[in-house]
């Protein structure tokens, strides 16, 4: 609990379930438009709804989408949360953030943060705005390119599966088709060989960098479990689906094919030295 704010966590997907989690003091509800890192589509209809129906704020991450894709007071949402360091800027060389809204909810976030800190510096600003006039066309590329490269993994034989919203096989596919006008550059895999796979496709792979951010015109890998849910124990982790081995891609605006061949040189090689480790390991056994 910090600044005397306490939660409670919902499953996004389970409207039924989030009326046993109200209190009294109960004063918004937030969810994610796609849920890091497995890329879960929530049920976002429903959650205006019911915070109109319990007279709560509704509340948005809508980093993942950006407006680009998603416009959430379209919806009904009364508050647009994003971590503008990544879409909005595009350039991974500012830290920033954004809230957008009903203009007499955000002038109590402004007045919050004239107390509080955290204001952006006049150069940083400067260059969120440079980032955004290009926002449509760097998202528009980050679609169709991330659409290209999931097709791609999910038909790869090593690979065990791909967690995209585009795909017709993501559980939420058509939640996703009707709410939004783009799948995004986000999207998250796992290798049939699991963590040691994962860490050697990371290696081979020539043109993403290792990095744990996301949102702008590079391509970035990371694992979960070892930056953004290190803080979690294994078995949370596990509970939440996210294993081990979960690779996190946020697709740049590189050339798809680039990226595509890149990624096949990487998953060869990863095939080859998992290969070769496990016959060095036999060859020791028997001697």
Same mark, same amino acid.
């Given at each position: ?57 509704? +509340? ?13 007071? %379209? ?110 550059? +986000? ?14 496709? +990371? ?56 990226? +595509? ?6 998953? %060869? ?19």
């Amino acid at each position: 609990e910090k600044f005397g704010i306490s939660y409670d966590f919902i499953d996004a997907n389970d409207p039924e379930s989030w009326k046993r989690k109200l209190k009294p003091t109960t004063r918004a509800i937030y969810v994610e438009t796609i849920s890091n890192p497995l890329m879960q589509v929530p049920d976002l209809e429903s959650v205006v709804s019911f915070a109109k129906s319990h007279g709560l704020v509704s +509340m948005i991450d809508n980093t993942f989408a950006s407006p680009v894709n998603f416009r959430p007071s %379209e919806l009904g949402f009364d508050l647009s949360l994003h971590s503008a360091t990544k879409y909005l800027n595009g350039h991974s060389d500012i830290v920033a953030g954004a809230v957008i809204g009903k203009s007499s909810l955000v002038e109590k976030v402004t007045h919050k943060l004239n107390h509080l800190g955290g204001s952006l510096d006049p150069h940083a600003a400067f260059l969120l705005h440079r980032g955004i006039k290009t926002l449509a066309l760097r998202v528009k590329h980050h679609n169709e390119s991330a659409l290209q490269i999931a097709r791609f993994l999910e038909k790869h034989p090593a690979v065990a599966k791909v967690n995209y919203p585009g795909l017709e096989s993501h559980p939420n596919h058509e939640r996703a088709q009707r709410l939004f006008d783009g799948f995004g550059g +986000m999207m998250s895999f796992e290798l049939h060989d699991g963590v040691e796979g994962a860490e050697s496709f +990371m290696r081979a792979a020539l043109l993403p960098a290792v990095a744990p951010s996301l949102g702008g015109v590079e391509t970035l890998v990371t694992r979960p479990a070892t930056t953004s849910h290190s803080g979690l124990s294994g078995e949370d982790r596990r509970r939440l689906g996210i294993s081990d081995g979960l690779i996190r891609l946020s697709v740049g605006i590189e050339a798809t094919q680039d990226l +595509m061949e890149d990624f096949r040189q990487a998953l %060869e090689t990863r095939s080859n030295r998992t290969s070769s480790h496990r016959s060095r390991e036999r060859v020791q056994v028997q001697e």
